[in-house]
């Protein structure tokens, strides 16, 4: 479990996922934040306009509460998970939708849209800090994927929001909550929300970095291994099968795309079950559940039925 004094202030030296950085032909790496090297799918990405070692409200390193005071209002995020669900989400299909849409819920009760940087770290993000990531990590997957013209449609002509806005809080709040060295199903799922989207067909060897750390933080959670005994969930044991088939997904892709032997090679080495078809409707008869029947559930969840 997850406690404040362990989330680590932020330090700009270790703001990357691996693959914000990407090798030129001569082996150097080149910054994402260079005009010149940007990948052209993201001529709004706004990274240059972020001082990653100081925050924007208070002057200070960064911390979560920062990184939460960079998010949309709820009804903004409403709106973008639920354009994730139409678009992004059926591609990677790794979370426990009726979770994710409690876990949003818990988090929206506990976060105030006004003024929350100063506010205190709830209890439910103390609990799952992973959650700032995913959620900042939906957004941006979303903000990449949608069509300007659709995000207009759905969001309005008053809100601006490009992807790199979300890229930051996603990177930042993934590697203040301990990313990839002490990784969770939500930041590591976060991980590959984002970093998919820089993921072309015919850019696939230039994933490697990518698809080898998914893979290393995979083999580190024991996600190759079904372990009745460990006393998961059902969501969390069905989204670590989702993770782990994605990821393999990702290595044969990759593999065959660039001619280079895959990762996984042999079987004997995994004995992870396949995914369930059914697994979005398992789980959820719980008391909290039938509780919360009565309430509204969130906009993305009416999607889904
Ligand atoms: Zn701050």
């Known amino acids: 479990m997850s406690h404040p004094s362990q989330y680590q202030h932020f330090n700009a030296d270790n703001l990357d996922y691996p693959s914000r950085r990407r090798r030129s032909a001569d082996g150097r790496f080149l910054d994402w934040g260079n005009p010149r090297t940007k990948p052209s799918p993201f001529d709004e990405i706004r990274w240059p306009k972020i001082d990653p070692s100081q925050c924007k409200f208070c002057g200070r390193r960064y911390t979560l509460a920062c990184i939460l005071a960079m998010l949309p209002d709820q009804d903004t995020c409403e709106k973008l998970c639920h354009l994730f669900c139409a678009t992004v989400f059926p591609l990677i299909p790794l979370l426990h939708l009726p979770s994710f849409a409690d876990d949003f819920r818990a988090f929206w009760e506990e976060t105030d849209s006004t003024g929350r940087h100063d506010a205190e770290i709830g209890p439910f993000v103390r609990k799952k800090p992973g959650f700032v990531c995913l959620l900042s990590s939906i957004l941006f997957a979303t903000l990449a994927s949608v069509s300007p013209l659709r995000l207009k449609n759905v969001l309005g002509d008053d809100i601006d929001l490009a992807p790199g806005d979300m890229y930051f809080p996603a990177v930042a709040s993934g590697m203040l909550t301990g990313f990839p060295r002490k990784p969770s199903l939500y930041t590591l799922a976060g991980y590959i929300f984002a970093q998919s989207q820089f993921v072309r067909e015919e850019d696939f060897p230039d994933s490697q970095e990518f698809i080898n750390t998914a893979f290393r933080i995979a083999l580190g959670m024991g996600l190759h291994r079904d372990i009745p005994e460990a006393g998961f969930s059902v969501a969390e ?49 719980t008391e909290e559940h039938r509780q919360s029947e009565n309430e509204t559930p969130p906009y993305f969840l009416l999607s889904l039925d």
């Open 237 to 285: 044991r069905e989204m670590r099968r989702r993770l782990w088939w994605y990821i393999l997904h990702l290595d044969v892709m990759s593999s065959a795309s660039s001619g280079l032997s895959p990762l996984f090679i042999d079987e004997k080495m995994a004995n992870t079950d396949m995914v369930s078809p059914y697994y979005q409707n398992e789980g959820v008869a």
